[in-house]
């Protein structure tokens, strides 16, 4: 068990449709990073957030968009999904100070499937 | 622009060694981690290389030379329980702007 939480496990929902990923990092942790991997994919890096500030981002689409709370917790918002849109998506989050760089400890992952 | 190439599979025998290379292209590096990614679960950290030179922690060593943009990671005395994806992700820089570059991960497989 990484210490970071995701919820929910298992999201079935209809293309054009809206959902909201929800993570919770590590005790202690300040960053908290979005991943999509799709099965013809690796993992693709979507965004980072540090102590609720943007700080880092990838191939992250249009229709995404994601937020990190004052309890730090973070949320990714995926609208008008398609059926490319089904994938795993983690989170995961590092304890970063100044830039520097740490590991980074990978939630359990949310499977969303767009019929 | 940035790139990360790793084989695709390799196939190594219980108690062997097996090399897993990881070559890279990025601007204003920051860092090589190495993940273990086991089917249908989460990544698992394994290494982190910022300095050119072996990182040694237990049956895993990972190398790191900036100037080729060549990593590896080595596992010894293999066990059934390393068959798994190894995963080679790069942090770097452009501008100001951070990125994380995964590879696509190497498969391997662990034969008794």
């Known amino acids: 068990d990484s210490g970071v939480t995701q919820t929910p496990k298992h999201l079935i929902t209809a293309t054009g449709q809206r959902v909201t990923l929800r993570c919770s990092p590590r005790?202690?942790?300040?960053?908290v990073y979005w991943y999509q991997q799709s099965l013809d994919q690796g993992l693709q890096f979507l965004i980072q957030?540090?102590?609720?500030?943007?700080?880092a981002k990838g191939n992250i689409l249009e229709r995404f968009s994601a937020q990190q709370f004052p309890d730090l917790h973070s949320e990714l918002n995926l609208s008008s999904l398609e059926l490319g849109d089904s994938a795993l998506y983690f989170c995961?989050?590092?304890?970063?100070?100044?830039?520097?760089?740490?590991?980074?400890?990978f939630g359990p992952g949310t499977r969303l499937t767009v019929l | 622009g940035q790139n990360i190439d790793q084989p695709t599979e390799m196939t190594a025998t219980e108690g062997a060694i097996v090399q897993i290379n990881c070559t890279y292209q990025?601007?204003?590096?920051?860092?090589l981690f190495w993940y273990q990614q086991h089917a249908g679960e989460a990544p698992t950290f394994l290494s982190y290389?910022?300095?050119?030179g072996l990182e040694e922690k237990g049956r895993f060593s990972s190398f790191l030379s900036r100037s080729k943009g060549y990593s590896y990671l080595l596992l010894k005395e293999l066990q059934m329980k390393d068959s798994a994806s190894y995963l080679c992700?790069?942090?770097?820089?452009?501008?100001?702007?951070?990125?994380?570059?995964f590879g696509t991960g190497t498969r391997l497989k662990v034969l008794a």
């Open positions: 995961a989050s590092s304890f970063m100070t100044s830039g520097r760089v740490s590991e980074q400890f």
């Open positions: 005790s202690g942790d300040l960053s």
């Open positions: 957030y540090y102590n609720g500030e943007e700080r």
């Open positions: 990025t601007s204003g590096f920051n860092g």
């Open positions: 290389n910022v300095l050119d």
């Open positions: 992700a790069v942090e770097g820089a452009t501008s100001g702007t951070y990125k994380y570059i």
